[in-house]
């Protein structure tokens, strides 16, 4: 079953989940909303507000947090262009 996606933007973002949309989409980089607070590229999750990174099956977040640890990862690991917003178990 497919998941219901949120709508990208809403009138309720905070100051840091509005950063971190523009920068994915200036970058070029498929994002999607899975709630208030989630968002996904590819087989990653950040939560904005927390800076909070997380691997699709991992147990644990990533050891570094926000929206910089997040820009440095996707910098270093992938053009965006290798992102689909299907991809759920990849792992880098």
Do not use: C
Request: proline share 8%.
């Amino acid at each position: 079953m497919a998941k219901i996606r949120k709508p990208l933007r809403q009138p309720t973002d905070s100051a840091k989940m509005q950063q971190a949309i523009d920068w994915l989409e200036e970058q070029g980089y498929p994002v999607s909303r899975l709630t208030e607070w989630h968002l996904k590229i590819g087989p990653i999750n950040f939560y904005p507000d927390k800076g909070t990174i997380l691997y699709d099956g991992d147990r644990h977040p990533h050891h570094e947090r926000g929206l910089a640890a997040l820009q440095e990862l996707l910098r270093a690991r992938a053009h965006p262009e290798d992102f689909t917003i299907e991809l759920h178990s990849t792992k880098w």
